[in-house]
């Protein structure tokens, strides 16, 4: 079991609603990514921030957005919740560098109606 | 741009017997291979990973995958499947260029039968 801890664990909104997902990194990460991964898919990068800046981004638009915290927790904001946001949501805390393990949450399955 | 491909979205394979996992990859550059597992409802758990040195890579539980560059693959094996090995399990590569992100494929779902 990895010390990165999620919540919730599960949750259902409305489309058009607003929500945010929390996530607790392993202690002494820097980096924290998230991933959403739809139903029988892969996860797919939404972005990652490095010692509270953003450090990348994937394909996801604007109303996707997060914070990482001094102690690197870290949320996940979506505004206007569209039914294709129903997903599996992952964080990944991590040490920043390449080849770098990622230690991932259970996740938030987020279910939009 | 790196990319890994899973080939077989589902695999059934009986107790007791091979697993073989094939994943292949995309990339101009060497590049850093890894394998999750995913447990129902769970998030996930690094297997293993490949980053330079020796390309047969051992993991945990019993689990193994070898690099072969001239055949741009990542195959993920284990001698003999367990009941507790159904799962379902992705290969990915960490990009090296840009954000150090995880491109994952789109996963195989291992089903062991009794």
């Known amino acids: 079991e990895t010390g990165v801890t999620q919540s919730p664990t599960h949750l259902i909104k409305t489309r058009g609603q607003q929500v945010t997902l929390r996530c607790s990194s392993q202690?002494?990460?820097?980096?924290v990514s998230w991933y959403q991964q739809a139903l029988g898919q892969g996860p797919q990068f939404i972005f990652q921030?490095?010692?509270?800046?953003?450090?990348g981004r994937g394909n996801f638009p604007p109303r996707f957005s997060g914070l990482q915290f001094p102690n690197y927790s870290s949320e996940l904001n979506v505004n206007a919740l569209e039914l294709d946001d129903s997903a599996l949501y992952l964080c990944?805390?991590?040490?920043?560098?390449?080849?770098?393990?990622?230690?991932f949450g259970q996740g938030t399955r987020l279910t939009v109606v | 741009a790196q990319s890994v491909t899973q080939l077989g979205s589902h695999v059934s394979v009986s107790e007791g017997a091979l697993v073989l996992l094939r994943c292949n990859y995309s990339?101009?550059?060497?590049?850093?291979l890894f394998w999750y597992v995913q447990y129902p409802n769970q998030g996930l758990q690094l297997l293993l990973k490949?980053?330079?040195?020796?390309?047969l890579v051992k993991g945990i539980n019993g689990f193994e995958a070898e690099f072969k560059k001239s055949e741009t693959s990542f195959h993920l094996t284990k001698p003999s499947a367990h009941m507790s090995d159904a799962a379902e399990y992705f290969c990915?590569?960490?990009?090296?260029?840009?954000?150090?992100?995880?491109?994952f494929g789109t996963g195989t779902r291992l089903k062991v039968l009794a």
């Open positions: 490949y980053t330079t040195g020796a390309t």
């Open positions: 990944a805390s991590s040490l920043e560098g390449l080849g770098t393990e990622a230690f």
């Open positions: 990339s101009s550059v060497p590049p850093y």
């Open positions: 990915a590569v960490h990009t090296t260029s840009g954000t150090y992100k995880y491109i």
């Open positions: 921030y490095y010692r509270e800046e953003e450090n």
């Open positions: 202690s002494g990460h820097n980096t």
